[in-house]
């Protein structure tokens, strides 16, 4: 079939002339949700160690001393810290309830990253939840070993 006069032939894969599809309204950008994953990061990782670290400087004195025991049988024999079992129990609620808190910040500011919501604060927390076990495990190790050794020269 010959080309009809004066029809302009437009390939199928051509791009839409300008304004034919409505652009969406551009939507002001809250960066709410990058604020809140920094905090929740700046929490889990600074409040957890402390308190870790404040346990675990209860801890070491009464592990110290022990640190000389050897295993009964093949296991430790865990009962020498019956009397800061509720230092114990501090130290472990400290750290997972940290590890639920870095896991929450960690996934929230990557959901910040990428709807551009608070992109630098997203970023941020990112950094700090992924810090937060290395601050934790160190702060918590130092205090722990720093009052072991006291409890050893007693």
């Known amino acids: 079939m010959p080309p009809t006069p004066g029809a302009v032939f437009q390939s199928p894969y051509a791009p839409p002339p300008q304004g034919f599809l409505p652009q969406p309204p551009a939507r002001p950008s809250s960066s709410t949700l990058g604020v809140v994953a920094l905090v929740v990061a700046l929490v889990a990782t600074v409040v957890a160690s402390l308190v870790g670290a404040l346990a675990a400087v209860q801890i070491g ?86 009052s072991a050794m006291s409890g050893l020269a007693r």
């Open 61 to 146: 004195p009464v592990l110290g001393p022990m640190m000389r025991v050897v295993e009964v049988g093949g296991s430790p024999d865990l009962r020498f810290l019956t009397p800061v079992r509720s230092w114990v129990l501090l130290a472990e609620i400290a750290f997972w309830v940290g590890t639920a808190l870095g896991i929450w910040a960690l996934a929230q500011g990557i959901v910040a990253i990428v709807r551009r919501s608070g992109t630098g604060f997203g970023i941020a927390a990112v950094i700090v939840a992924v810090l937060g076990p290395v601050v934790f495990t160190t702060l918590v190790g130092l205090s722990l070993t720093m």
